[in-house]
């Protein structure tokens, strides 16, 4: 019976790392149902971004208020955690405060997790009264109705839940600190818990230790909860916004990539060497599908991309499209893609790994034409994305389907097109009449 907490705790953390390993697998699968994609040049500047984007947050703070309480709760979240391994070695070998030994450093350390567990809570207020009493506009459009509303709300629950969780396990431990009950030794420095040790005046030296075990084993408990619930969660980008800072664009945001058979055929074309007669080579290849009209026609750096979406909502209002009361939303064609992404995966869950046709697909079932053609091209969204997320790319893949798979341009577009293609210009006027208006200068 001595060992048997210790039993209890290798036991729940073998199960949440297997089932957090399982998902990661998953999630690397789905991800690599897209294309392959060359993003193995300029190394030095990808480690930049990353470290400047991702760990530094540089991108946050262009809003300076949401941008501050953001750091709050994200230097919040990774030195808090740094407890978390004295948590797990005091679990696995029946210890307690392992690391009290360190004397000063750790009554600093203590302290300090405590100061920013207290800005985690006021920040997690702060969120929550943006999100449900001032009602800010970007948390209230159509897609943010139903699961992601309460996915938002739920997120800040748990962290307010485990912030309260640490500082009453530190406030109970602190009492028994002082009644000199066994193992408790003296150990720690306690700047907030201290306010709330009166409360536990009177407790029992065995209330007290059932009140510190119960918040110790309720702490580290829904950590580990936490950690499984980020796959489910918009919450997923704590992890991926480093690998996604990394691969994202390098290229000028008006720089579009070109097909590469649409670029070797005009390249053809304007080579007078060329015999226009000529039958293909033999070894030459299929150009394939033309764009993009599912999940499996996106490359996989914009399948990591829609993971990584954090659902702040800066892209769509920042969007000149969704301002003029368009249809659009980026944000919408982030969320989209990752739902379709995670029906696919299940799909291939129940189907031994194999995807089987479900008669569905990322346009028309999740993303509409309207949509797409309500863009216009300017990448306000990318611009404004924290965690370096490109929803035009997705959206010109799918563009391009339409227009060279479908030829489902909208009308005007394919009068432009047909004016270019036999006049030269984008305008109905005879080529021989391409420079009348210089003369009229």
Not at 238 to 250: E, H, R, S
Not at 371 to 395: F, H, M, R
């Amino acid at each position: 019976m001595e060992y048997l907490p210790n039993i209890l705790f290798v036991a729940l953390l073998v199960v949440a790392i297997g089932y957090f390993a399982r998902n990661v697998k998953k999630l690397r699968r789905n991800i690599l149902l897209g294309k392959q994609v060359d993003v193995s040049q300029n190394k030095g500047q990808r480690w930049k971004n990353m470290v400047m984007i991702a760990l530094g947050q540089q991108k946050m703070v262009v809003r300076p208020i949401a941008g501050l309480l953001h750091i709050v709760v994200y230097v919040g979240f990774v030195i808090i955690n740094i407890e978390v391994l004295e948590i797990v070695i005091d679990g696995v070998f029946g210890t307690h405060r392992v690391f009290a030994g360190l004397g000063a450093p750790y009554d600093v350390l203590i302290g300090s997790f405590e100061v920013l567990a207290l800005l985690v809570i006021v920040t997690v207020v702060a969120f929550w009264v943006r999100r449900n009493v001032i009602k800010l506009k970007r948390f209230f459009k159509p897609e943010m109705q139903g699961w992601p509303k309460k996915d938002g709300n739920l997120i800040l629950y748990i962290e307010l839940i485990l912030m309260g969780l640490f500082l009453t396990m530190n406030a109970a431990d602190q009492q028994l600190q002082q009644m000199g009950a066994e193992h408790y030794v003296q150990a720690g420095a306690f700047p907030v818990s201290s306010h709330i040790a009166p409360l536990l005046d009177g407790m029992s030296q065995q209330a007290l230790i059932v009140l510190e075990r119960s918040a110790w084993w309720l702490h580290i408990a829904g950590i580990l909860f936490f950690l499984n619930y980020l796959y489910y969660s918009k919450h997923l980008h704590i992890l991926l916004a480093f690998p996604n800072t990394y691969y994202g664009k390098l290229e000028p945001q008006g720089q579009f990539r070109n097909l590469e058979a649409v670029t070797n055929e005009v390249k053809l074309m304007m080579d007078p060497d060329v015999d226009p007669f000529a039958a293909p080579a033999e070894d030459a290849t299929e150009p394939g599908k033309f764009g993009a009209s599912d999940v499996q026609d996106l490359n996989w750096v914009q399948l990591l991309n829609a993971y990584t979406c954090t659902e702040c909502g800066r892209c769509t209002s920042e969007c000149p499209a969704n301002q003029t009361g368009k249809k659009l939303s980026p944000r919408k064609i982030m969320m989209d893609t990752r739902d379709r992404l995670e029906e696919v995966g299940r799909n291939m869950d129940a189907n031994n790994g194999v995807f089987q046709e479900d008669g569905k697909q990322l346009l028309d079932d999740y993303i509409t034409r309207e949509e797409l053609w309500a863009c216009t091209t300017c990448n306000a969204c990318v611009e404004a994305c924290p965690v370096s997320i490109d929803p035009l790319a997705i959206i010109m893949d799918m563009r391009q389907y339409l227009v060279m798979e479908q030829s489902a341009a909208p009308s005007e577009l394919n009068n432009m097109m047909g004016n270019v293609e036999n006049n030269g210009a984008p305008w109905p006027f005879n080529q021989m009449d391409r420079l009348n208006w210089a003369k009229e200068s």
